[in-house]
């Protein structure tokens, strides 16, 4: 007998339409073209996003919970789990305290990598950040904004912009609206460099309300204002990560190491 095989999207969500068009479903729209065998699920994270949508929209999407226990009840057999999330955070963690009471419940379940979990992965990741810049100039900085968290997974962002400058770029610059570094810490950085023109690109794989308000918004308070006050020439690129083919081919790889190999955090029987 053929076993039913799944994808579980795990994202953090948004109640923005079209940009979910744009990212989230875009990612799964990838898992379907590159696993054909595998029916692809999705799931939420956020429970303010998954409220919002259902009294505003009337749309309904499971968590984690809800949506291992439909495919349980659709007997499928083996699911991966897919985060599209960035790092290895507090969304990651809930995510996988959701898997953990049905690992032995099917045949097979293996949880996926986030973006950034693996040494490998930064340099993808910024790559294919890079290829979005072909000609940024010497006197342009590369600003991206992260959500960071007081969770310890916040030391990817410095990380990643440790890499940025191994690899020679050092006009490319990250900070966090929540963590470290945050926007105080980079503002010496960017002035120490000197750049005529600052591009802000949210470091998220969906462009909700932190681009549009933290990021891009008319506020005196947003990195946009503060840097035009600052002398700066600003423009902002309100393109979520997962826009990227680049980006959601890192997501469909660790899919496939998941499943080939059992790469991932938790993973239930084989049979």
């Known amino acids: 007998m053929t076993k039913k095989e799944a994808i579980l999207a795990v994202s953090f969500g948004t109640s ?8 989230i479903e875009a990612i799964e729209h990838r898992f379907r073209e590159e696993f054909p065998g595998h029916e692809v699920r999705r799931a939420f994270t956020s429970g303010m996003i998954m409220n919002v949508l259902k009294k505003r929209d009337q749309i309904h999407v499971d968590d984690v919970s809800e949506a291992l226990e439909r495919l349980k009840k659709d007997r499928f057999d083996r699911v991966v789990v897919q985060p599209t999330h960035v790092i290895n955070g507090e969304e990651y963690e809930k995510m996988t305290a ?20 693996e040494s490998d992965d930064y340099q993808a990741v910024c790559s294919a950040v890079l ?24 030391a990817a962002y410095a990380a990643m912009a440790y890499r940025f400058r191994a690899m020679g770029h050092n006009n490319v610059f990250v900070g966090t609206v929540e963590g ?9 950085l960017v002035k120490e460099y000197g ?20 990021m891009a918004g008319e506020d005196e308070a947003s990195w946009k204002s503060i840097f035009e006050k600052e002398g700066y020439e600003v423009m902002c690129i309100l393109k979520g990560l997962g826009e ?28």
Not at 16 to 23: A, G, P, S, V, Y
């Open 244 to 271: 990227f083919a680049e980006i959601q081919d890192i997501y469909v790889e660790h899919a496939r190491q998941a499943m080939e190999n059992d790469h991932g955090t938790l993973c239930g029987k084989r049979k």
């Open 131 to 154: 290829k979005q810049f072909p000609k940024l100039k010497e006197e342009e900085a590369l600003v991206l904004m992260g959500h960071g968290t007081e969770h310890s997974a916040d």
């Open 195 to 214: 750049p005529k023109k600052v591009i802000l690109l949210p470091l998220m794989v969906v462009a909700g309300d932190h681009a549009r308000s933290d």
């Open 180 to 188: 470290y570094p945050a926007l105080e810490n980079l503002l010496p």
């Open 16 to 23: 923005h339409q079209e940009t979910r068009k744009k990212t």
């Open 98 to 117: 959701q898997v953990q009471p049905w690992i032995d419940r099917f045949a097979s379940i293996v949880v996926g990598r986030p973006l950034l979990t």
